[in-house]
């Protein structure tokens, strides 16, 4: 997994559910990468079923998040539009329907840097949880 500039990886996730509200906060490494008009950024992280695999790709409208490993899902976000993916993991596949209420996407390729922000309601059979994600990425200095 190493192709591309190195770059070190801010991911902020916080998910409300009714009054409840979980903050997901991690930092960690990476690459990325640009290839036929797409930016694509590729990292690993522990996840609570075990070791999962990364990778963001991203146009001017749309992000998809595709991760393997022990959960297996390739969830897309377009603007105002709700998708359908399904997300694996040893205990069972669940369905998840995602609207995406606003996609913002800032990126610098001078300096190799940016951020993108999903806000998002994610339904999960009857259960509803409404995320805001934010991802920061920029080069790492040596």
């Given at each position: 997994m190493k192709n591309g500039v190195p770059v070190q990886i801010h991911v902020h996730n916080v998910i409300q559910?009714?009054?409840?509200?979980?903050?997901?906060?991690?930092?960690?490494?990476?690459?990325?990468?640009?290839?036929?008009?797409?930016?694509?950024?590729?990292?690993?992280?522990?996840?609570?079923?075990?070791?999962?695999?990364?990778?963001?790709?991203?146009?001017?409208n749309e992000l998809y998040i595709m991760r393997s490993g022990a959960v297996k899902m390739r969830q897309r976000f377009i603007e105002q539009q709700q998708t359908i993916s399904n997300y694996e993991t040893q205990y069972g596949t669940f369905r998840l329907a995602t609207l995406t209420k606003s996609l913002g996407i800032s990126t610098n390729q001078t300096d190799n840097r940016g951020t993108l922000k999903v806000h998002y309601d994610l339904n999960i059979g009857e259960e509803k949880h409404v995320h805001t994600l934010t991802i920061e990425y920029k080069e790492e200095q040596s």
């Open positions: 559910q009714g009054d409840d509200q979980n903050v997901i906060e991690f930092w960690t490494t990476g690459y990325y990468s640009t290839k036929d008009g797409a930016t694509y950024i590729q990292y690993e992280e522990e996840h609570d079923f075990g070791h999962v695999k990364s990778l963001l790709k991203w146009t001017e």
